[in-house]
């Protein structure tokens, strides 16, 4: 099991779980969910719906559970990670939980310095920027994180016919925080390895992208029943970039899911020059952020994808009239994919009302319900 400390006090905080009961699902098997079968261009009986970061970040039952945990402990807790990821579910009744994690979990749990800072993010001791450094990062095996395979185990045992997507950060992202030491703006430090020295960059991407497997494997072989990769910073680049320094890394990722039997969805940023490229990596599904319509990111990818998105998150704040008009819209303009889930473009602001989630749920059900 992990090392985590554990804290008896969050866990008399967390309340009873309660089987979770999937809405108008298909079957009682999340394999046959309405965001699988979405999510494989199969039919359902309405379009599924879940947030990126629904849970935690709004919610003030995560905000109260979470007191005085720090995020990398929590993240390391079984009994906090289901209670954390039930939440929303239990809430907003969304299609699919999302598994509660961070995207450098999996570095921390190899053993790599870092932490994650309040209002600031994750903050790395020591850059990566050397050949030594590269050398030394350590590998991520299974038994380092135990404690996943239980928080997901005993998550699949709570949801029912609700599944649960498991998470990773692809390759290029960590790497970001790598080299930088923290967020960027500009990662600077990231394009001069890229340029400067791809051999060494394609070195440490190729070590990320066995953690990030490795951490993804771990929640799939525990019972999640499809993964999102993100690559939250990956529209930084170019296409002719992503194409020569991070596709084949992210490849390589989404391939070794793709034999796990899982539907594979690929998320980033700014990436509506990057999305066929960012399907061609390895993806059943592309995520669209709130950029570009899903109609115009449909005719980018082909026929072969289904998207996920793409509601501006800023618009939780407008008026309902204003949100219903464009979840209609989005919802319309997503019947020109192959299979579609709406999600936000990015993830819950932290300030968002968690009514109106709920009421985004219940207008996305309704109206594809028709």
Known sequence: MSNMPSNPAAARRCSPHGRIEAVNAVSADPRESNLVRAARGQSTTHTPVWFMRQAGRSLPEYKKVREGIPMLQSCRMPELVTEITLQPVRRHKVDAAIFFSDIVVPLAAAGIDLDIVPGVGPVIANPVRTAADVEALPELTPDQIDDIATSVKMLVGELGGTPLIGFAGAPFTLASYLVEGGPSRNHEHTKAMMYGDPGL??????????????????????????????????????????????????????????????????????????????????ADVVGVDFRIPLDEAARRVGPEYALQGNLDPALLFAPWPAIEQKVIEILAAGKTAKGHIFNLGHGVPPTTDAEVLTRVVELVHEHSAR
């Open 201 to 282: 960059w394609n070195a440490l991407c190729a070590k990320l992208a066995r953690i990030s497997q490795t951490f993804l494997q771990v929640q799939v072989e525990a019972g999640a029943s499809a993964i999102q990769l993100f690559d939250s910073w990956v529209g930084a680049l170019s296409l002719a970039d992503y194409q020569r320094f991070v596709a084949p890394h992210s490849a390589a990722v989404l391939g070794a899911m793709g034999e796990l039997d899982v539907p594979r969805i690929h998320f980033g940023v700014g990436t509506g020059e990057l999305l066929p490229a960012m399907g061609a990596a390895g």
